[in-house]
T-cell receptor
Framework: TQLLEQSPQFLSIQEGENLTVYCNSS?????LQWYRQEPGEGPVLLVT?????EVKKLKRLTFQFGDARKDSSLHITAAQPGDTGLYLC???????????FGGGTRVLVKP | ETGVTQTPRHLVMGMTNKKSLKCEQH?????MYWYKQSAKKPLELMFV???????ENNSVPSRFSPECPNSSHLFLHLHTLQPEDSALYLC??????????????FGPGTRLTVT
């Protein structure tokens, strides 16, 4: 059983459309991170959210941490082919420096 | 460029070979990690080193042997692997900062194929 469930597992959209990826858990995390991984490369950190209810924006990407710090979402506005990749969420507990990763959402943005 | 490098990027080895994966971080971090990423499975944490001491071994078979000679370098020694060990092996590093925000920075990975 995964501690962090991501949905959907795969998303294919046209350039210019919007998309939302979800990351859900029954556990509380002290922080949550989103990464994007391109084929043949390691995950690259996009953002860290720490406070319940926090919203962070990174250009066309909007990240939200749930009020109870159990879930998060990533919304991309007007997606571009360069947004194609595997999006991973990862949660950290209060003690220790381990991250628990979700299964990932593979996003394909077609031109 | 994340400040974490891994070599080699690709490795093909037979089941009787011995090889090593290398990771180097240039971020001044003091914790390093090995992960295994297989198709259609979440990232699996293998080992954690904190201040050059192994603090976690997630039931990894003994055919994988990590080594952390200093805070900038991490090795994964491989011997008598099985075909199911074929995967992308990722190294990451982080600080030991408190506050629960343990951001990890990943290398590009080594794509390992065991024949």
């Amino acid at each position: 059983t995964q501690l962090l469930e991501q949905s959907p597992q795969f998303l294919s959209i046209q350039e210019g459309e919007n998309l939302t990826v979800y990351c859900n858990s029954s556990s509380v995390f002290s922080s949550l991170q989103w990464y994007r991984q391109e084929p043949g490369e390691g995950p690259v950190l996009l953002v860290t959210v720490v406070t319940g209810g926090e919203v962070k924006k990174l250009k066309r990407l909007t990240f939200q941490f749930g009020d109870a710090r159990k879930d998060s979402s990533l919304h991309i506005t007007a997606a571009q082919p360069g947004d194609t990749g595997l999006y991973l969420c990862a949660g950290a507990k209060a003690a220790g420096n381990k991250l628990t990763f979700g299964g990932g959402t593979r996003v394909l943005v077609k031109p | 460029e994340t400040g974490v490098t891994q070599t080699p990027r690709h490795l093909v080895m037979g089941m009787t070979n011995k090889k090593s994966l290398k990771c180097e971080q240039h971020l001044g971090h003091n914790a390093m990690y090995w992960y295994k990423q297989s198709a259609k499975k979440p990232l699996e944490l293998m080992f954690v080193y904190s201040l050059e001491e192994r603090v976690e071994n997630n039931s990894v078979p003994s055919r994988f042997s990590p080594e952390c000679p200093n805070s900038s370098h991490l090795f994964l020694h491989l011997h008598t692997l099985q075909p199911e060990d074929s995967a992308l092996y990722l190294c990451a590093s982080s600080t030991l900062a408190g506050g629960g925000s343990y951001e990890q920075y990943f290398g590009p990975g080594t794509r390992l194929t065991v024949t």
